[in-house]
């Protein structure tokens, strides 16, 4: 089989009720070249398990599962350095929950002509933060200025794991050297390509909360990700 031209890199914990509309949602795109990597986290609700059902009806479709420590950040490590393995020339990174919708993948696409990096925003012209509490959205966008001004990122919506790389982008950041082993590391990778000097491009778009399943944010968590982004900003 010939390298994806396009990969989705999809991180997933316990995302069973999802994974299946997602993925015929992203190959019903009709994309050119396109393939989808689920990196699952040993998901105890049968995630895996829904992907492989799929493969032989998607043959561009691969199943990565982990068995290290569990983390966002470490599985969107390895389904990096899978990608780029594979050969892929485009690197779409996304969730699995449908905050981030398919048909939007077409226009980060579209972008690459102009840039490096494509970032997915809710915050620049034209995007939208939906369906979520209120309170959810405040905890964003503070959380969202902190690592804009910690780390100097040029973009409105720091926080977006929504984003499409080139491989040359990609290989700049070296992803099997990111550290983080949560969801900061959307921060570290942006982090790196802002210091590689790298062009980068917000793309708006409607960003939705979950219809099914349980969000992983708590207040743990959260935390977590303000230190990481400290390190991140101390060297350390």
């Known amino acids: 089989m010939s390298p994806p031209r396009v990969l989705a890199v999809i991180p997933t ?3 069973r009720e999802n994974i ?3 993925v015929r949602a992203l190959f019903g795109l009709g994309i050119p070249g396109f393939g989808a990597l689920v990196v699952d986290d040993e998901s105890p609700d049968g995630t ?3 992907v492989e059902k799929l493969v032989p009806e998607f043959p561009g479709l691969e ?3 982990r068995r290290g420590p569990a983390g966002r950040g470490l599985a969107g490590r390895d389904g990096f350095v899978r990608a780029l393995e594979k050969g892929a020339r485009y690197i779409i ?3 699995g929950d ?3 919708q398919p048909k939007d993948v077409p226009r980060l696409l579209a972008a690459m002509d102009r840039c490096d990096v494509a970032v997915g925003s809710r915050l620049a012209a034209g995007g939208a933060d939906k369906d979520r509490p209120a ?3 405040i905890v964003t966008r503070w959380a969202n200025l902190y690592a804009r001004l910690m780390l100097g990122l040029p973009v409105r919506d720091a926080n977006s794991g929504f984003r499409c790389f080139n491989r040359e982008a990609m290989e700049a950041i070296d992803p099997a050297t990111l550290k983080s082993r949560g969801p900061s590391i959307v921060h570290e990778a942006l982090y ?3 210091r590689k000097g790298l062009r980068i491009e917000e793309v708006p778009i409607d960003f939705i909360d979950r219809k099914k399943g349980k969000s992983k944010l708590n207040l743990r968590r959260l935390a977590a990700g303000y230190f990481w982004i400290l390190r991140l900003r101390l060297g350390i």
Do not use: G, I, K, T
């Open 48 to 50: 895996s398990a829904a």
């Open 93 to 95: 990174e996304m969730d």
């Open 192 to 194: 790196r390509c802002v």
């Open 63 to 65: 199943l990565l599962r």
């Open 98 to 100: 449908f905050s981030h």
């Open 20 to 22: 299946e509309p997602l």
């Open 13 to 15: 914990y316990n995302e």
């Open 135 to 137: 309170w959810r959205r």
